[in-house]
């Protein structure tokens, strides 16, 4: 877990995966934070968000190097 601040001077944390990938962040103050959670395939490529609109799939051409989000 990583503590810090945007760039505004908001609080702000990040949390990292067993592989080191972005698993959430949250930012802002108790109340009013906005956060958001991510999964990710084997290969490590990202899989969903979900934040406090829903959730977003995301799939890969073969080449694996773009993705279409899908809400």
Do not use: C
Request: glycine share 12%; no cysteine; proline share 1%.
């Amino acid at each position: 877990m990583t503590d810090g601040t945007d760039r505004l001077g908001n609080p702000a944390q990040h949390t990292n995966g067993e592989r080191n990938q972005l698993a959430g962040w949250n930012y802002g103050s108790v109340g009013s934070a906005v956060t958001a959670m991510f999964t990710y395939y084997k290969k490590g490529l990202r899989k969903s968000m979900t934040d406090e609109t829903g959730t977003t799939q995301y799939q890969h051409n073969r080449r694996q190097n773009d993705s279409v989000r899908i809400r």
